[in-house]
């Protein structure tokens, strides 16, 4: 596993998984995964362990892996439920999904 810091320093990007961990303490909290698909990240699914469900970790996660698209000039193909619907809440990160995909965030 390579982890490469984010903006965010509670989450890492872990290259060989292909996903971002969000942590609480040293205890990974949830991911979001993704497949990488040529000059794009197609987010597939996200998961925060119960425990650490209602505190924000998932949208801390998916501001960190989406500033890191950016930062990285790739785009998204938002899959998972839950980044298509934090997009929709955030269209700052709309230009961030490729054209072709974008009616699945917009309402």
Known sequence: MTRNPTEDPDVVHDTDEHRYEVYSGSDVAGFTSYRPNGGSVTFTHT????????KGLAARLIKAALDDVRRRQTTAIPVCPFVVDYIRHHPDYLDLVEEVHRDVVTP
């Open 47 to 54: 998961e925060i362990k119960p425990v650490f469900q209602g």
